[in-house]
């Protein structure tokens, strides 16, 4: 990938401010991993097709309009570090009809991951997040501008691609990282709250 010679990939500093970056924008953990940790099943990103999710094509970040796991792993051959994050929830709120916000600050930790490993020189950092940008930041449009209107996102700086049209593994995601998938119990003063996460990826060098 393109990007300034004199920053090095194995730079401690590089990726320990990603992952301080990471936890000042929300993500509860991050990690580094390796970019061929990340794998690619295609019969995850068809699941986006059948049974047809209810955001299929619905914007330009989503399928049927984004390369699709193919590229997705010929992309990978580009990169040899990634940045994998999390946020932590209340299981209610990740699996309540008000969990926008929740879904709408992954994306904009995944692009303000993606914009600071961009000025450290990584100009070719890609970011991934959860959930269709349409649903999370322009529901209240009738169309993605993208597709239909004047060719520009609306959220440019804040919207990113979705990993399940790329076939992304989030299993395997935190498994790299080293993270339980499973939810966990936190015992507060006023009883137990389940705990569920979402993550994104950010491919840096």
């Not at 500093?13 to 580094?32: N, S």
Request: hydrophobic residues 40%.
């Amino acid at each position: 990938m393109e990007r300034d010679a004199s920053v090095l990939c194995e730079t401690d500093a590089i990726t320990t401010g990603l992952i301080r970056e990471a936890l000042e924008l929300g993500a509860t953990d991050a990690a580094v991993i390796s970019a061929d940790q990340i794998v690619v099943d295609k019969s995850l990103a068809d699941k986006c097709r059948t049974p047809k999710c209810m955001n299929y094509g619905l914007s330009k970040s989503c399928p049927p309009h984004v390369a699709g796991p193919a590229a997705f792993k010929n992309l990978l051959e580009a990169f040899s570090l990634a940045i994998v994050f999390k946020i932590e929830v209340p299981s209610e709120v990740l699996y309540s009809g008000q969990n926008l916000e929740l879904f709408q600050l992954l994306h904009e930790t995944a692009a303000g991951i993606e914009q600071a490993a961009v000025r450290m020189g990584f100009s070719g950092a890609r970011a991934y997040a959860g959930n269709s940008c349409k649903k999370v930041f322009c529901s209240d449009y009738l169309e993605c501008r993208a597709l239909e209107g004047d060719g520009q996102c609306r959220n440019p700086d804040r919207a990113r691609p979705s990993m399940s049209g790329f076939g992304v593994n989030v299993a395997k995601l935190y498994a790299a990282a080293g993270w339980e998938r499973k939810g966990v119990t936190h015992e507060t003063d006023s009883g137990s709250i389940r705990m569920d996460s979402i993550c994104g990826l950010v491919l840096i060098c």
